[in-house]
């Protein structure tokens, strides 16, 4: 998800592309959290000495960034369970050298199992939804999964229960692109508990770095260079 920052007396305007913003009160009187803006409901702890509920709240707990804005730690929370909630977390990423062209998959499993895969004739969409699709094939159970691709993640929390609906027809009536991984990915998903969680890629979270190292050593073994 992306955040706008601007600066406020004695705190920070946070502004997050769903329609959120909030004002973080940091200084040593108040530390509170003003919603201005909540258009998904979102539960904000009204007082947060560090800014940790806020990044939990949406999501965010792993972006490097934010944390820096907030004064916090610029080392996240343990990559591969989410403390306290019990979930254990993968990554996913993918991608092609041109787009379209060869590509690589790579995913990294909770237990620290690496896979990955590529195409020799592929797009950036198909190798981010072929990794989606064989991490959550190689685990069971409530899972969180991270993932630089909006592509999945809007297609998976916002816009696939509506192709279904349409008979995989997009809003303008055009039949949906990768429509086989899409309907692989909506039998694995069915009735399974599952968070997704956007990351920025190439900023540095290691979960997400390694899988796009992985994506890129599919892709050069499937061009010979392996």
Known sequence: ME???RPIAYGIKLLFTDGTVLNWYRDSKRR???TEKNPAGHNFPSSDPTGEGILKTM???NDIELRRLLGLSSTPPDPVVLAGE???TAAFDGGCKPNPGPGGWGALLPDGR???GGALQTT???MELTAAIRLLESTKGPIRLLGDSSYVIRGVTEWLPAWIRRGWLKADGAPVEN???WERLSQLI???PLKWEFVRGHRGHPMNERCDQLATQAREEMMGGG
Do not use: F, M
């Open 3 to 5: 955040v706008q920052t």
């Open 190 to 192: 069915k009735g399974r």
């Open 114 to 116: 690496e896979l990955k």
């Open 86 to 88: 019990g979930w254990a």
């Open 124 to 126: 950036n969409n198909r």
């Open 59 to 61: 999501n965010l707990s």
């Open 179 to 181: 429509r086989d991984l």
């Open 32 to 34: 509170t959290v003003t």
